[in-house]
């Protein structure tokens, strides 16, 4: 099982990135995806997270700017990125998980049984 995390750098305020989640090693239709980052001195919190029948949960912070979704012919889930503030800044990973996404499940570590390496983004002001 691998999760590979990329298009993650640095941009100036009021950018935009568009992270990647590429799976492989299991069967990627059947998981939910979820996004978490961990910025320096602080807990990991979770993002954003899209069931496997396409669901999409964020964390207040983001909602209006962050876009998830996925591609099962890609084996790949997105973050699309906007109007980024310095405050978004840090190591962000994507999550494998066969449990069905909650309103409040899809933003819990254990939820998820499968773990990318994790991109940073830094957002410059």
């Known amino acids: 099982v691998q999760l590979v995390e990329s298009g993650g750098g640095l941009v100036q305020a009021g950018g935009s990135l568009t992270l990647s989640c590429a799976a492989s090693?299991?069967?990627?239709?059947?998981?939910?995806i979820g996004w978490f980052r961990q910025a320096p001195g602080k807990q990991r919190e979770g993002v954003s997270g899209?069931?496997?029948?396409?669901?999409?949960y964020y964390v207040d912070s983001v909602k209006g700017r962050f876009i998830i979704s996925r591609d099962n012919a890609k084996n790949t889930v997105y973050l699309q990125m906007n109007s980024l503030k310095p405050e978004d800044t840090a190591v962000y990973y994507c999550?494998?998980?066969?449990?069905?996404?909650?309103?409040?499940?899809?933003?819990?570590?254990?939820?998820?049984?499968?773990w990318g390496q994790g991109t940073q983004v830094t957002v410059s002001s």
């Open positions: 999550a494998a998980s066969l449990i069905a996404l909650g309103s409040i499940s899809w933003a819990r570590d254990r939820t998820y049984a499968y």
């Open positions: 090693g299991f069967t990627f239709d059947d998981y939910a």
């Open positions: 899209i069931s496997s029948a396409g669901r999409t």
